[in-house]
């Protein structure tokens, strides 16, 4: 299998796929976070992040190969993994388990969204706040605070009431 994989260093402020742009990559990352950004009526909003551990791919996008409707920018220096969708299609047609694979990697990451949509509507911002930082410890001091409000759904000065 690592001959199909790159190993990359790419810096913070790359930008790993632009909305309408078609994924040709999937990146798990070794060292550094990524997060998402969405639109809304051409309003930008953090949707999503990625840490050490996680695979990072267009959602939806790369194992569909439709068009990417948000961007995936790295907000720190990153070492990543990545395969190509060419090389991904071999390491699929060579190993059965792949596909198997591939729908828990997407279950897993689609129940993480659901539950963060979840939390957006039933909590309230002090208790979204608390759970992000019990969670996400790691982005506090390379994450923007405005990344973190946006994804939160709290306003950037209410942001600076919890911490």
């Known amino acids: 299998m690592k001959p199909l994989l790159g190993f990359i260093h790419e810096e913070k402020g790359k930008l790993l796929l632009y909305r309408g742009q078609k994924p040709t990559r999937v990146w798990y990352i070794l ?24 695979f990072v791919y267009a959602y939806p996008g790369f194992f569909s190969q439709g068009t990417a409707i948000n961007d995936i920018e790295l907000i720190d220096d990153a070492l990543l993994i990545e395969i190509s969708y060419e090389k991904f299609m071999e390491l699929r047609n ?10 828990k990697i997407r279950d897993y990451y689609d129940g993480l969204r659901l539950a963060h949509a979840s939390d957006l509507l039933t909590l309230k911002a002090a208790e979204r706040f608390r759970k992000f930082i019990t969670q996400s410890k790691g982005l506090f001091g390379i994450a923007k605070r405005r990344d973190i409000a946006s994804f939160l759904g709290i306003k950037d000065d209410s942001l600076r009431r919890y911490g």
């Open 31 to 54: 060292k550094g976070f990524a997060k998402e950004t969405s639109y809304d009526a051409g309003i930008g909003r953090t949707s999503w992040f990625w840490g050490e551990g996680d």
């Open 94 to 103: 060579g190993f059965g388990e792949v596909p198997v694979l591939v729908e």
